[in-house]
């Protein structure tokens, strides 16, 4: 059974950073498309970046220059880093794991704050 357990989020001010981790569990990583997700207070949970099994990436417009997704299949983990943060930034950040046409798995989420 594949199980996903996200860390790194926090508090930080605006402008700093952070790097969540997302830890994988089973022997599919490698073959998954992976991604991260966020849902702000009282907004829908949005698709953050993407990074597929072949290591082809996409970003939402409004990370698009600030965040870099990665992955390490070795490590069966996936990693967002997310630089110049702002308050906009604010969510539960979930990582998502695709695979097979019908495996969709989802971490428990972590909370990263940017506020001063």
Not at 9 to 28: K, Y
Not at 68 to 89: F, G, H, V
Request: proline share 3%; charged share 15%; glycine share 12%.
């Amino acid at each position: 059974q594949v199980q996903l357990v996200e860390s790194g989020g926090g508090l930080v001010q605006p402008g700093g950073s952070l790097r969540l981790s997302c830890a994988a569990s089973g022997n599919i990583f490698k073959l998954s498309a992976m991604a991260w997700h966020r849902q702000a207070p009282g907004k829908q949970r949005e698709l953050v970046a993407g990074v597929t099994s072949d290591g082809s990436m996409n970003y939402s417009d409004s990370v698009k220059g600030r965040f870099t997704i990665s992955r390490d299949n070795a490590k069966n983990a996936m990693y967002l880093q997310m630089n110049s943060l702002k308050p906009d930034d604010t969510g539960v950040y979930y990582c998502n794991l695709m695979a097979g046409g019908y495996l969709d798995i989802w971490g428990q989420g972590t909370l990263v704050t940017v506020s001063s």
